[in-house]
């Protein structure tokens, strides 16, 4: 059994299961073209995971943590779980664009409520978008779910 001595060592741990299970899945009875940036994606996902696992396990020390600081990472979920639940309904670019705004509201540094900040989130998130057009539309060719917006 492993003995887990820190939440990084618990955390890595857990990155590298979701990733081998994604890399299975990714080769379980799916066509080899078709998925092949996934089974890359999936790939390297698992091998950083394992690095990560093990430069943890390495480093030793006990700091075991006395739970998650939900309080962080909540809004963070609330917006994926939004971001899933709406993409169909929006289209992928419109929802990414919204859950980065989002996310950038929230977590910057700035308040929401200043409007030059507001300005450069929103631009921030436009490139987000466009970036995120031209590497799966464009140079990977792939489709994305599509909406009322795009």
Known sequence: MINLKNSEQMSSLYALLAAALFAFLS???TDADTYLFPRIIAIVLTLLAL???IGNSAKGGDNRDS???FKAIWPGLVIGLIFALVM???????SSFL????ILMFYGKRSP???SALVKKT????AFMVILYLL???GLNVRTPTGLLF
């Open 27 to 29: 080769f379980y009875g």
């Open 88 to 94: 169909e309904d929006l289209g992928f670019y419109a």
């Open 123 to 126: 631009l921030v998130s436009l």
């Open 136 to 138: 799966f539309w464009i």
């Open 67 to 69: 739970g998650i600081h």
């Open 51 to 53: 690095v990560l696992f």
């Open 99 to 102: 859950a980065f705004l989002a």
């Open 113 to 115: 409520w200043n409007a």
